[in-house]
């Protein structure tokens, strides 16, 4: 049947499902899984058959990013779909250098909406955005929690917090968030709606130890490098991290299958939304790096460069594609295409807009919403366009120090470093879709129009979102 749409008014982005009832959302994050990890985006390395299965039965959305590629903002931008920066939240959230930090109450987020329009809503591994009691997942709109309030926890026998209690539990945590969202699933109330987040833990490092059966998986891999390989890359220590880290992915990817079953068995796979995603991207080897947004050189010693000032030697603070872009797995039967992919550009500061409008849920009047609602992309992934223009930033704090912001469009990506000299680059998308060759130094009129324009666009979006570091660069001109 058909869904009718009736736009709410004044104070609501959401809609109201006249002919059908409003759909559940099983909303599964990863920590550290890039897109190309899967074996459905092209990767020969990895072994992924329920994230291909989701794909297959879904849509697959190839230019999907994270405003900031660290966890703690990247979550932030998720659950309010603000900037990290217009959160105080700019890099990830050190629990002795941070006190205090986390999600502002002020700020709404999109569980306490769904919520308050009849959800029931669980959050099932990690939060990681404030330790404060205020801060606390079932203060910021999750009726039910279990998982860890910090950034990591061990892969084996991890520390959890259930029912308010916190202690050692024996298993690997991926399969103990899994079946504790499976056991959420069965005990939950069926005539209501829910909204259920599972934030895994893999494949953060440290990727082992994995179950057996998973480590089988990827074991004789023969391990194809990134192309082209990044001059002085530690081949060796790539190939194992490498192994090391998809054999977490497929452990995800198990439990994953195991979930998906078991909405068949409860017969809830026909009208729930299943978002598959990551909180950023990866590098394993890409651009001679290992890590996200907050990068370590994987090179030889010998052709490590050397320290700056803000950045110590072995540091590679980046904001390339294979940090920002994330894998986006999208599956509502009847509602999102089969097997298609879906190649607008979208980010983490959609989902709060998009959840308002499936869930039919009134936004108050006045709330700041940085991104859009997917509704409309859902069911045609070919109207409406949306811009391919996107907004990133990074303030590394921790290992490294910098000040970066970046415009891309489809066919130009400008970073820049506005705390290091030295450090901005230019690439030219349409014919380095690798991003391998920095233009910034070249005098081509092409090269400086992009510049110029790209430039602007930053500092223009920086004012808009009223950027600390804004207010900064004007006091100095």
Known sequence: MLLRIVL??????????????????????????????????????????????????????????????????????LM????????????WIHPKND????????????????SKAGYQTSLIGKWHLGDQESQHPTKRGYNY??????????????VLEKDGKTEKREGYIVDLVAEEAMDWLQKRDPKKPFAMSVHFREPHAAYLPVRAEDWEKVKDVEIQLPQPLYPGTDVEKVRKLMREYLASVAAIDRNLGRILDQLDSLGLSENTLVVYTSDHGYNMGHHGIWHKGNGHWILREAALPPATTNIPKGQRPNMFDTSLKVPMLLRWPGHVPAGAENKHVISHLDWFPTFAELAGAQVATGTVLRGKS???????PAQPERPANFYAEYSTKHQSSTHMRVYRTADWKLIRD?????????YHLSEDSEENTNLIGS???????????????ILNRMREIGDPLWNELEAKR
């Open 443 to 457: 005098s081509e009129p092409a090269v400086l129009a992009a510049v110029k324009s790209l430039d602007q666009s």
């Open 8 to 77: 709410l008014l004044a104070t609501s982005v959401g809609v109201l499902w006249a002919d059908a009832p409003r759909p559940n959302i099983l909303f599964l994050m990863a920590d550290d899984q890039a897109p190309w990890s899967m074996k459905n985006a092209g990767d020969p390395n990895a072994y992924t058959p329920n994230m291909d299965r989701l794909a297959r039965q879904g849509s697959r959305f190839s230019n999907a990013f994270t405003p900031t590629p660290v966890c703690s903002p990247s979550r932030a931008s």
């Open 99 to 114: 006190p205090g930090v986390g999600l502002p109450l002020p700020i709404p987020t999109w569980p306490e909406l769904l």
């Open 80 to 91: 309010t779909s603000r900037y990290g920066s217009e959160l105080r939240i700019t890099d």
């Open 418 to 426: 506005f705390k290091n000299t030295g450090r901005d680059e230019l």
């Open 145 to 158: 929690f279990m998982g860890f309030i910090g950034g990591g926890t061990s892969p084996k026998d991890p």
């Open 374 to 380: 997917l509704v409309p992309l859902l069911s045609n």
